[in-house]
């Protein structure tokens, strides 16, 4: 009988109470996932290549465990309070039937660890299952394919979600349980009073109000701008600043609330925005808490996706392969060198091409200043209109007055090799070329229009004219090796102007038919352990593979995007319980309110549409305050702290991460639905007629 009636009740509260269940379930699968990160097919690849940085970043996983559980605990403990409330009248009539305190107490617990047990026996297997599709996707993604996949499950990560999960659980429980089995029957019994606060004069939330707007705008104009992320203090400055405006902005919501009741009429019009207006003056500062985490929220995930995708979609990949030399071996010698080595390894047939690129400095006079001049192309960047672009064009190309030089063969061997057109340069004609990390796709626009009309330009004393498209294409593997100017000259030209005094770098690209046999990871791989059993290094020679370059690369993916995305699911699994959890509690405070509609005629359709309607808006402002600043506080992310590692790709991640902001808005809908149907469900109860005793 006793085992019955727990489980009756534990499944009645999982029905009851699906959007707290749901959001125990998403912290399961949040936890393991951050848990098992360096069980997942890309840290073990990250490892091989950037250890130590990888080992840096794994050190911060028990930090973020630990701080996600104390978040997690003032949930549960947030929720599990009003779900016992929520029941007081039950509790009081065991109590009244001769149940003791003490078995009042183990039913609780009894109930709640049955619940508990059930989250984990649904969260574990779709965090073990989501955990195996990520692995796939990234083994993909980053060439490894399916032969490169394994599955692995974390032992360590089970046992410490496990742990930690019904830790904060049975203590959060333990603590609320107590309060209830010792107090009173007829407290118990009793309804709950209605707490009034007093209203302050109108002038305070108008104040309130317009300070709230002013300390939001310094704030995002801040971090906007930069300021923010150049000065340790102005940080804390801009925090303080977006976190007591975005408390005073809610505070004084009660005067456009007002305006609201006022404006919408209709039959139960004023009461509804008269119940929401008492919600956000005794809500102020739930509100304003749950708005920033879902802005938080906003933020990291569309941040994280944004730099992921982008960066997976930016690598244009040509080179697998870049052999230099630290033992000064002559510029002549370094190809034949390489392909002995090569050959020495029976690595010749792993490679379809191995072509220098030459990278040389003006060497025909001694002066450092003004050897090259092109006027045109400044006078016509300035005679646009005015426009960040033109601003960064401006600046960077005022330090272009000792170019580096490139040849051309050695340019159009690359081109051929990425499936581009070619140069064809005369004996007086120059080609631009600047890396992809210092330019993007409206500066590139801006100076190819400015190459069209072929600028002239003057190099040590000798007219030139630019021509061609801007050419961006890397010049070899390692993506450390970047030019922010440079010029493509005719051979002959090269050679003239460098005086055969350059720097050579041997690229090198690997077969396609080994490539779609095992995979482009896993080919380079193998490579790479024939070079490495070769050393190299006694030969004066050092190698950069893509493997390592990609394993670098994909680090600041994985800490840019991994981490910010796990951050994004536990705020708005904790913001939107809050506020759902919040609304439900003050509208069964307010219980007596419903029931004297009931008395006035109302039925259940017109007590159900009034509480979506406030459940729409007590949600929905929150949602719409940080849905309007995430926009601005990604830029502020995407354009301040991670600007100089995202370089050109500042506009791209903005659109990545407006759909996603865009998608987690379709989730808050779901939540907000979640709460509308736990609403009608209590509003139903209270159309039975209450008597008056």
């Given at each position: 009988m006793f085992s019955d009636l727990i489980l009756r009740n534990s499944k009645r509260s999982r029905k009851e109470n699906g959007l707290f269940f749901s959001s125990l379930v998403i912290s399961i699968v949040a936890f393991y996932l951050i848990l098992s990160l360096s069980k997942q097919d890309v840290m073990i690849f990250l490892q091989k290549m950037e250890s130590d940085a990888v080992n840096k970043l794994l050190l911060l996983v028990p930090v973020f465990y630990v701080l996600t559980l104390g978040i997690l605990f003032f949930l549960i403990y947030f929720a599990c309070k009003y779900q016992l409330q929520r029941r007081r009248h039950e509790f009081g009539v065991y109590l009244m039937m001769g149940m003791e305190k003490a078995k009042l107490f183990s039913m609780l617990l009894a109930e709640d660890m049955m619940s508990s047990f059930l989250a984990l026996l649904i969260g574990l297997p779709v965090a073990v299952l989501l955990s195996e599709v990520i692995s796939l996707v990234t083994a993909k993604t980053v060439g490894m394919g399916i032969i490169g996949h394994q599955f692995s499950l974390s032992g360590s990560a089970l046992i410490f979600t496990i742990a930690g999960f019904l830790m904060i659980k049975l203590v959060a429980f333990s603590i609320l349980s107590t309060k209830i089995c010792f107090r009173e029957i007829g407290s118990l019994l009793g309804d709950e009073s209605e707490i009034t606060k007093k209203q302050k004069p109108q002038f305070v939330y108008i104040l309130s109000l317009l300070g709230g707007l002013f300390l939001l705008a310094a704030a995002y104009t801040m971090a906007i701008r930069g300021t923010a992320w150049q000065i340790p203090g102005m940080m804390f400055v801009t925090e303080l600043s977006g976190f007591f405006g975005t408390l005073l902005l809610f505070y004084g919501m009660r005067i456009l609330v007002q305006i609201f009741s006022k404006i919408r009429g209709g039959r139960l019009g004023v009461f509804n925005f008269r119940q929401l207006e008492e919600n956000v003056i005794h809500q102020s500062t739930t509100m304003a808490v749950s708005s920033l985490l879902i802005l938080a929220a906003l933020c990291c995930f569309g941040a994280g996706v944004g730099i992921a995708g982008t960066n997976a979609q930016s690598d244009d990949h040509v080179l697998d392969y870049t052999f230099d030399s630290y033992d000064d071996i002559p510029s002549e010698k370094m190809l034949p060198t390489i392909q002995t080595i090569l050959a020495e390894q029976e690595l010749e047939e792993q490679f379809s091409a191995l072509f220098p690129m030459r990278i040389g400095h003006i060497r025909t006079t001694e002066a450092y200043e003004d050897v090259f001049q092109m006027d045109p192309v400044m006078d016509a960047i300035a005679a646009l209109p005015k426009s960040y672009a033109q601003d960064i064009l401006l600046n960077n190309l005022s330090y272009t007055d000792k170019p580096y030089l490139l040849s051309q063969s050695d340019y159009n061997t690359l081109l051929e090799l990425a499936g581009k057109p070619t140069l064809d340069l005369a004996q007086n004609e120059a080609g631009v070329y600047i890396s992809a990390d210092f330019t993007d796709a409206e500066r590139t626009n801006i100076l190819n229009q400015i190459l069209s009309t072929r600028p002239e330009a003057e190099l040590d004393g000798a007219q030139i004219f630019l021509t061609g498209d801007l050419q961006t294409t890397n010049l070899v593997t390692d993506r450390t090796i970047t030019l922010s100017f440079a010029l493509i000259l005719p051979d002959e030209q090269f050679r003239y102007y460098t005086q055969d005094q350059y720097s050579v770098y041997i690229n090198g690209v690997l077969s396609q038919d080994k490539i779609d046999q095992i995979g482009l990871m896993q080919a380079v791989s193998q490579v790479d352990d024939r070079l490495d059993t070769a050393n190299l290094s006694s030969k004066g020679i050092s190698y950069e593979s893509y493997l390592q370059n990609m394993g670098r690369s994909l680090f600041y993916v994985v800490a840019g995007s991994?981490?910010?995305?796990?951050?994004?699911?536990?705020?708005?699994?904790?913001?939107?319980?809050?506020?759902?959890?919040?609304?439900?509690?003050?509208?069964?405070?307010?219980?007596?309110?419903?029931?004297?509609?009931?008395?006035?005629?109302?039925?259940?359709?017109?007590?159900?549409?009034?509480?979506?309607?406030?459940?729409?808006?007590?949600?929905?402002?929150?949602?719409?305050?940080?849905?309007?600043?995430?926009?601005?506080?990604?830029?502020?992310?995407?354009?301040?702290?991670?600007?100089?590692?995202?370089?050109?790709?500042?506009?791209?991640?903005?659109?990545?991460?407006?759909?996603?902001?865009?998608?987690?808005?379709?989730?808050?809908y779901i939540y907000i639905t979640v709460v509308k149907r736990s609403s009608d469900r209590y509003l139903l109860t209270l159309m039975q007629p209450q008597r008056e005793e």
């Open positions: 991994y981490i910010t995305i796990y951050l994004a699911i536990i705020f708005m699994v904790v913001a939107n319980t809050i506020l759902g959890v919040q609304f439900l509690m003050s509208q069964r405070k307010s219980g007596r309110r419903y029931q004297t509609l009931v008395r006035l005629g109302a039925d259940y359709s017109v007590l159900r549409k009034s509480g979506r309607s406030q459940v729409q808006w007590f949600m929905g402002l929150p949602v719409a305050v940080a849905a309007l600043s995430s926009l601005l506080g990604v830029k502020a992310i995407v354009g301040g702290a991670l600007a100089g590692r995202i370089g050109g790709s500042q506009n791209a991640i903005l659109l990545v991460s407006a759909a996603m902001i865009l998608l987690l808005l379709v989730v808050e």
